[in-house]
């Protein structure tokens, strides 16, 4: 027997984990716009591997929610047709690994119709791609592939890390004209949060980072799951008396330049944290475009601390990989401590 | 077009080929920086393209498909514009011709034509789409993810594979396996066939029938139109390093252009002459007024609404241009 699950609705404040904020944000998309197609491998009966998709098939049908054959450059090709068919196209790839076999479709089409076609056609298609390590899962079910899809003219890139902001943010990157990856945390699904998803949906401008914790002493730059270690550094240094900032970066094309500007103007130091390799990374953007503007009020070069040059590793060796406490505190005090030579 | 018209698909025919020599004349000139020709393609892509119905349909071309441009009524200019180097794509208006942007990914725009078939069907618009692509196009994984997609969903597309023989110097024996193109559908279980893609009336007919039955629930066909790249792959091709004389002289007995004539009057095709001889001028002149665009496009169209971020840049490069 299958269960029914279409879910009941919260009619106001509700504790809700990120998958089921993503959920609600898929339904709600559903519900005010019918031309919303989610589709992707096993998002139907299944409802994803991680059921951010749960249900909407049983609610919407099979015509608006339906499982595709299992090629992801497939999935990626239809949407660009259905886009052009004035669609709305809310596909997902399974894992962020296997992005790789879709990238010709996302770099050579997605990214480029709007512009080939001088703004006739509209690519208003969001990429939900499950994302980032630390749920010890094989190899290629956990990548972090931001500093790829940001590097494309015509993408835009977001991560969420809440399931508040996953909520808006889904919403908004569906009603958005232009493609989206839309980056979930992985490690993240289950974190919840209280908020009223019947609110109607908040500007989360794009290009727009949010100060997630206020502190005078240095700034911490993270987005999607590297927020929330973030904030456990920041908790221990408080009780050290030293106030970290913690900037969500949250956008990740555009990357929101002015309000890195604003927060490390005030702190005059800043680190960067994120969990893909160093190498070229988003730390390394995010790094650059602070030095240009807070040169003048930097105390200290910025610290970037980060995952290695790599292939992602396997479980035991994801802790090792991923951006400790540890190592964040190490960074943090290597800032605070900078002298000029 | 409703029936088969020898008369018209031939005065297409020949627009097709005069305007493909006249790019080639210009390429040589130094008017056009490349040019992929499609001399002896044209039954091919005109007998397919006038099959279709334009107020419903809609055609995924890549780079070689002049003819089934010229066939739905597409700006000349704006599509040979790509090949000026003009813009990506082509500067002629995709939603109103019904042809997606020149594409230069071999198979890239195949998926496409499943999910605007889709969309079709969900909005039941009886719309088909036909998608272009060659022989070499049909080694790549989308075209394979792109026939079986729609053969699960059993949707109406037409799956167009002009097999020229060659893809740039491999021939088709190098390049499929199992037999054709067209024997793949099998595998997929729809319909394939393969038709002589030098008659023009055939081609038309064969296609007709797969777009019909797409329009009617029927679902995709795989068609194969066996054809000959008369000319090189592009204008800095150099096919006598792969490919022997005798099979050029072979098939250009078979031209499908000269076919169609001889089937008409000297008066329709004196008429036919003249009338692509007007369009050769006409495309001409609209090439070589067509000018570069405005600098300023460079930032134009990536996103519908420019970021902070490219306007800024976009700013820098002004406040440097005008120093
Ligand atoms: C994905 C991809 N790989 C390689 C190329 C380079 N390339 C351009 S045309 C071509 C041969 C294509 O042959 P075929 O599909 O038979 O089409 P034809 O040129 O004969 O019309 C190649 C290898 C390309 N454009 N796209």
């Given at each position: 027997m299958l269960e029914d699950r279409t879910g009941a609705e919260p009619r106001g404040n509700a504790e809700l984990s990120l998958q089921q904020a993503l959920n609600l944000a898929l339904r709600h998309a559903c519900e005010d716009d019918d031309r919303v197609l989610v589709f992707g491998e096993d998002v139907g009966r299944l409802g994803g591997v991680f059921r951010v998709t749960d249900g909407l098939q049983a609610k919407f049908g099979e015509q608006r929610v339906f499982d595709t054959p299992l090629a992801e450059s497939g999935i990626m090709g239809m949407a660009v047709g259905l886009a052009m068919a004035g669609w709305r196209p809310v596909p997902e790839i399974q894992f962020d690994g296997f992005a790789f076999p879709a990238i010709d479709q996302i770099v050579n089409q997605v990214a480029r119709l709007h512009y080939r076609s001088r703004g006739v056609l509209t690519m208003p298609i969001t990429l939900r791609l499950p994302s980032f390590g630390g749920i010890r899962a094989p190899e290629h079910h956990g990548e972090s592939l931001e500093s790829l899809f940001a590097h494309v003219p015509g993408l835009k890139v977001v991560s969420p890390s809440s399931p508040r902001e996953g909520y808006h943010l889904l919403r908004q990157s569906i009603a958005d004209p232009d493609p989206v990856i839309f980056m979930e945390p992985k490690p993240r699904y289950w974190h919840r949060e209280s908020f009223d998803p019947t609110q109607p949906v908040e500007a989360l401008p794009v290009g727009t980072s949010r100060v997630v914790r206020q502190g005078k002493h240095a700034t911490l730059v993270a987005w999607g799951a590297t927020v929330a270690r973030c904030l456990q550094v920041a908790e221990l240094a408080a009780e050290d008396g030293v106030e970290l900032e913690v900037l969500d970066l949250r956008w990740l094309k555009p990357v929101d330049a002015d309000g890195l500007a604003a927060s490390v103007g005030r702190t005059r130091r800043a680190v960067v944290v994120h969990?893909?390799?160093?190498?070229?990374?988003?730390g390394a953007e995010v790094s650059t475009l602070i030095t240009e503007r807070c040169f003048g009020e930097l105390r200290a070069p910025v610290q970037r601390v980060t995952g290695f040059d790599v292939p992602y590793p396997s479980g035991p060796l994801e802790d090792e990989y991923l951006p400790s406490i540890d190592r964040i505190l190490t960074a943090v005090q290597t800032t605070l401590e900078y002298r000029r030579g | 077009m409703e029936k088969a018209d020898l008369r018209e698909l031939h005065r297409l025919m020949l627009v097709a080929r005069r305007v493909d020599e006249e790019a080639i004349a210009l390429q040589r000139q130094g008017v056009l920086p490349g040019y992929a020709p499609m001399r002896g393609q044209e039954a091919a892509q005109v007998g397919s393209a006038a099959a279709l119905d334009l107020t419903r349909d809609f055609a995924f071309p890549n780079y070689r498909d002049l003819g089934a441009a010229t066939a739905m009524g597409v700006d000349l200019v704006g599509y040979l514009s790509t090949h000026l180097g003009t813009w990506h794509g082509g500067m002629y208006d995709p939603k109103a011709s019904r042809l997606a942007p020149v594409n230069a990914?071999?198979?890239?725009a195949v998926p496409h034509a499943v999910g605007w078939a889709m969309g079709a069907k969900l909005d039941d618009t009886g719309g088909v789409a036909i998608t272009y692509f060659g022989d070499g196009a049909s080694s790549q994984g989308d075209v394979h993810e792109a026939m079986n997609f729609a053969a699960v969903y059993r949707l109406p597309v037409v799956f167009f594979c002009q097999n020229n023989g060659w893809a740039i110097s491999v021939p088709t024996e190098r390049q499929?396996?199992?037999?054709?193109?067209?024997?793949?559908?099998a595998g997929y279980g729809i319909e394939g066939v393969r038709v002589d893609g030098n008659d023009v009336l055939a081609v038309f007919e064969t296609t007709r029938e797969a777009v019909l039955r797409g329009r009617d629930g029927g679902g995709p066909t795989v068609l194969e139109a066996m054809t000959y790249r008369m000319g090189p792959h592009s204008t800095s091709d150099d096919p006598g390093r792969y490919r022997t004389l005798e099979e050029e002289r072979a098939w250009a007995e078979r031209d499908p252009v000269a076919r169609a004539a001889r089937q008409l009057s000297a008066d329709d095709v004196a008429e036919a002459e003249a009338h692509a001889a007007d369009v050769v001028r006409q495309v001409r002149e609209g090439l070589v007024t067509v000018g570069d665009r405005p600098t300023e496009e460079l930032f134009s169209f990536v996103y519908r609404e420019p970021t902070k971020a490219l306007l800024d840049q976009q700013h820098a490069w002004k406040e440097a241009a005008d120093v």
């Open positions: 969990e893909a390799p160093l190498t070229a990374g988003l | 990914v071999v198979g890239g499929v396996a199992g037999g054709s193109v067209a024997a793949r559908a």
